[in-house]
């Protein structure tokens, strides 16, 4: 018997923002967005509890999401747009729209089980990889590559409920950038206007606010400029592979334990947050389920209150700094691995939030002077912050019943969100070979018992 297809596609689209609302025009690229040119694209999953026949889905839900995304982009033009690169760094990358710019959309139909892939369970990472849409691909225009920066695909689960897929590449914006898109997605899909958007909601900056020369060539040196050409695909993730994906929770009640914990060993440690000691705690445990000699962990840290000026919020862009710790193995495994590992993390937190000059900073020095001496065996990093509040993403449904952060898996990273309950818990999705998160579960739950 032939099995049925995991995935129908029903339909492919294109949104743009309505006519004559956008200008033509550009987004010149800074240094904070030229670090991330060659970085794979990030993939973000909401996932809602909605039981849909297909009619009411394609004829009710499908057409509202459209209508509310046009309305949104006229707003969020760059979403429509395309990253324009030139054969050589002389001319500098730029986010450009032109009036009939769009975002492409999928519309799909999926067989698989929607309360598996919505758990906390080990799950496997290939059938996330269904969900979320590719980019269109890179075209030679004249004397540059024009290349999508955003795509959607939304997908029915009949009876069941429905996910929504987001694929862009991170040179568009990062997390404070797609959240404020989002809010004014969801503010405009639920009235049908963007007039409550308009009267509640921020547009956002587009001035180009942040400037430095000297990083500017420095990143730009970096940039594999041959790698932009026709046949430029951004990478995407496939299977089969042998990965899963699970979620844990640390409660507030846990993590005050956590603090006190290190807080009371290391009572001169002058940055003891809740992200230090959840991204601490997380970094032990994962090294114990591993068997390597050296890890690096790296975080990003946005530079918007922290600039001189600040820059408000609203900036449209990258605006991260970054921060690298490393430590031998051994000593994230050890009795106190835990405490070690917050240490590190705090101390090097603070030293870049105390250095009004050191938050904007040539990361590639940084990670050239950290990995002078020692080369590690395993990095890993951390991607969303709890600060932004993704699970208030209502298109008028509620609540999103999961989000998951699916770009994870390019380089085994961890997520890192309020939790849907309760913004003072955290929510943290790892993603692992079978074999190690089989041993990072009980690692975790054994380490918790320890600790506190």
């Known amino acids: 018997m032939t099995s049925l297809p995991i995935l129908t596609v ?14 033509d025009g550009s987004l010149p690229l800074t240094f904070f967005d030229f670090f991330w040119l060659n970085s794979p694209p990030v993939h973000h999953l909401f996932f809602y509890d909605l039981p849909l026949t297909k009619t009411h889905f394609t004829e009710t839900i499908v057409p509202n999401l459209k209508h509310s995304l046009s309305i949104t982009l006229q707003h ?29 959309i999928t519309v799909a139909e999926c067989n698989l089980e929607f309360d598996d892939l919505t758990g906390n369970h080990p799950r496997d990472c290939d059938k996330f990889y269904h969900l979320i849409p590719l980019l269109g691909p890179a075209a030679k225009v004249s004397d540059y590559i024009s290349i999508p920066v955003f795509s959607i695909q939304v997908t029915l689960f009949p009876n069941r409920g429905i996910s929504i897929g987001m694929t862009n590449l991170h040179t568009l914006g990062d997390a404070s950038t797609r959240f404020g898109f989002l809010k004014a997605w969801t503010t405009i899909a639920r009235s049908g206007s963007d007039e409550p ?13 942040v400037n430095n020369q000297k990083l500017e060539e420095s990143y730009l040196k970096r940039v594999k400029f041959e790698a932009f050409n026709e046949e430029y695909r951004p990478q995407s993730l496939s299977g089969p592979t042998d990965k899963v994906r699970a979620t844990f929770v640390l409660t507030r009640t846990i993590i ?6 290190v807080s009371t060993d290391l009572p001169t440690l002058e940055y003891v947050s809740s992200f230090t000691v959840a991204c601490g705690y997380i970094w032990s445990c994962i090294a114990k389920s591993r068997n390597d000699e050296l890890e690096v962990f790296g975080f ?20 991260l700094g970054a921060c690298l710790v ?15 590992a917050a240490k590190l993390i705090g101390e090097e937190l603070h030293k870049l939030l105390s250095d009004k ?23 890993m990093g951390v991607a969303g912050t709890p600060k932004l509040k993704f699970y208030d993403m209502d298109f008028g449904w509620g609540k999103p019943k999961k989000h998951e952060t699916i770009s994870i898996d390019y380089n085994d990273s961890i997520s890192l969100c309020a939790c849907k309950e309760s913004n003072e818990d955290l929510e943290i999705g790892v993603c692992l070979s079978a074999t190690e998160m089989e041993a990072f579960v009980h690692i975790f739950d054994d380490g918790l018992e320890a600790c506190i």
Do not use: W
């Open 357 to 379: 000059d050191g938050i904007v900073k040539d990361i590639f020095e940084v990670i050239d002077g950290l990995l002078s001496n020692m080369k590690p065996t395993t990095g």
């Open 256 to 261: 005050n334990r956590l603090k006190k914990r």
């Open 76 to 104: 969020f033009f760059p979403f429509a747009g395309n990253l324009i690169i030139f054969p050589t760094p002389t001319q500098k990358p730029e986010i450009r729209y032109q009036e009939g710019d769009s975002v492409a």
């Open 10 to 23: 029903l339909e492919h689209s294109q949104v743009s923002p309505p006519p004559a609302t956008v200008g």
């Open 197 to 209: 958007f308009l009267a509640n909601g921020t547009l956002p900056l587009y001035d180009r606010v």
């Open 300 to 319: 990003s840290v946005d530079c918007r209150a922290r600039m001189d000026p600040p820059i408000p919020m609203a900036y449209f862009g990258n605006c």
């Open 326 to 340: 490393m430590a031998k193995t051994s000593l994230l495994t050890g009795k106190d691995g835990f405490v070690t």
